[in-house]
């Protein structure tokens, strides 16, 4: 990768109507990757905890990810699905929901993506039901993001039988805050586009989620943040910001499209979103995955 990637603006701006295309192009790479290396997802991996857990929560994100392509009519991913679909089914899988029900934000969005697509097992199905009916399910105390991901999935699923009232949730949470962007540390802007991402179901486009915006008084923390992140060449957050700006119709047209042509000066030779350069060998192999969900974000 040239140096021009470490640049804190683009070498050269999209035009408006190449916007689309190069969108689309990424797409397809991160499509083309999901698909080839489908097996780094798959959960029923013995050797080492640590990795095991890291591919439990990926599989989650693969979960969101097939929604999203979904309901966008997308056939992505083909050998990904059918690994989601063949382990989740899987009765080890579902049993280890059975046994910890307080993980049902962790473990639950495999099955419910199933049950979106008619393609979840009788018996994983049974099992889902009767966690979300059992009171230990709803006992452990979670920050309200964590609540906000249940809410999230109840709301895939279909299921209202929770004490979720989500403006509640929203109120305890960063959306009604303006944050300091001179000052924040990185932790409190993933809670807030955690909250937009959750609220808007990743852009699903899916009736089961408001259309609206969030009512959100400080536009201006969003766009700040976008500027501070290239700065720092951390592309992560710059993706995930730009995109909550767009699912909020709050970042201008101008600043979306100079961030977007940023983000694809930092792509590298194979077409994928690099990772920040000032990241831990640890952490560069877990925003690689990433990087590639967002694309299709």
Not at 84 to 90: G, I, K, P, S, V
Not at 188 to 206: A, I, M, R, W
Not at 210 to 215: A, V
Request: overall charge negative; charged content about 25%.
């Amino acid at each position: 990768m040239s140096d021009k990637t470490h640049a804190a603006v683009p070498t050269e701006l999209i035009s408006c109507n190449n916007v689309v295309d190069r969108a689309e192009t990424f797409k397809e790479h991160t499509d083309h990757w999901m698909n080839e290396n489908a097996d780094q997802f798959d959960p029923f991996y013995w050797t080492d905890t640590g990795t095991r857990e890291v591919r439990r929560k990926a599989l989650t994100e693969a979960a969101h990810y097939l929604y999203v392509a979904d309901m966008h009519d997308d056939s992505a991913a083909p050998q990904l699905k059918n690994l989601l679909a063949t382990r989740a089914n899987d009765e080890s899988f579902y049993r280890l929901l059975r046994r910890k029900p307080t993980e049902l934000d962790k473990l639950g969005y495999p099955l419910v993506y199933l049950s979106t697509i008619d393609e979840l097992d009788p018996n994983a199905k049974r099992v889902l039901d009767d966690v979300l009916d059992w009171p230990e399910t709803w006992s452990k105390s979670r920050l309200p993001a964590r609540q906000l991901d249940l809410w999230n999935l109840c709301r895939m699923y279909g299921y209202d039988g929770h004490d979720f009232d989500l403006n509640q949730l929203l109120d305890h949470g960063y959306a009604t805050r303006s944050l300091n962007m001179a000052q924040v540390n990185q932790n409190d802007v993933y809670g807030l586009t955690h909250e937009f991402l959750y609220y808007h179901n990743l852009g699903s486009g899916s009736d089961a989620f408001p259309d609206e915006p969030l009512e959100y008084n400080h536009p201006s923390v969003l766009q700040a943040g976008i500027l501070r992140f290239m700065i720092e060449g951390h592309t992560d957050l710059v993706a995930e910001l730009l995109i909550c700006g767009v699912l909020q119709r709050q970042v201008p047209p101008g600043l979306a499209r100079f961030t977007f042509s940023w983000l694809f000066d930092h792509l590298d030779d194979d077409g994928y979103l690099s990772f920040s350069v000032e990241s831990t060998e640890e952490l560069k192999k877990v925003r690689w995955t990433r990087h590639r969900q967002l694309g299709r974000k």
